[in-house]
């Protein structure tokens, strides 16, 4: 793909990341939940312009489940203070995209990121840890342990039901590749 085409992709993610990392920080931290509104407006977009740049059908499933749970949620005219904690928990899922970006970013410039080896280390040990908490464990245990994280959507509604399902599935499939390429650095540094 076009170098600037993936610089302008991780940066829009990184920024998108960001916002919804200090709109999850006001809301948890500060009870402020007019960001954590604001943000489902500025994920959405950064889902659409995302989509018309990428090829990996798995990317591409991932961004038609998030958008479909854009709409799900604003066609069933749901109040936000009935839902802030779900969404919080959705949104968090972001939180690792911003490790990523940042990954993605250094492989797009192997000098700098041999420069400095060691942050880019410690920015992956990030973004695997926040990818294997907030999706791994809290969407998750939400999902199949939290009676209220459904009760969002209306109980004949399936759709919430299976985006959800979808979007952990996509994850557990992300986290194999992941611990593929741990258990790979680990061979190569003779740790396991």
């Known amino acids: 793909m076009n170098y600037y085409i993936e610089v302008f992709r991780n940066l829009n993610g990184l920024v998108t990341s960001a916002f919804t990392t200090y709109a999850l920080y006001e809301y948890q931290f500060n009870q402020n ?22 090829s990996s059908p798995i990317v591409i499933l991932h961004h038609a489940l998030s958008l479909g749970y854009c ?3 604003y066609t069933n005219s749901i ?55 907030f999706r791994m464990y ?14 969002l959507c209306p109980t004949s509604d399936y759709s919430f039901y299976l985006l959800s399902y979808g979007l952990i599935g996509i994850n557990v499939y992300w986290s194999t590749l992941i611990f593929r ?8 540094l003779k740790i396991l």
């Open 181 to 188: 390429g741990v258990y790979n650095a680990c061979q190569l």
């Open 138 to 151: 809290l969407i998750p245990n939400s999902v199949f342990f939290d009676p209220s994280f459904f009760h």
């Open 79 to 133: 109040e936000i203070d009935m839902m802030q904690n779900a969404i919080s928990i959705i949104f968090s899922s972001e939180i690792s995209t911003m490790f990523l970006c940042v990954r993605e970013l250094s492989l797009l410039h192997p000098k700098t990121k041999r420069k400095y080896e060691f942050l880019f280390a410690i920015n992956d040990f990030c973004f695997v840890m926040t990818f294997f908490y």
């Open 33 to 54: 939940s007019s960001l954590l509104e604001n943000n489902s407006w500025v994920i959405l977009l950064n889902l659409l312009i995302d989509s018309t740049m990428i």
């Open 71 to 73: 709409v799900v949620l």
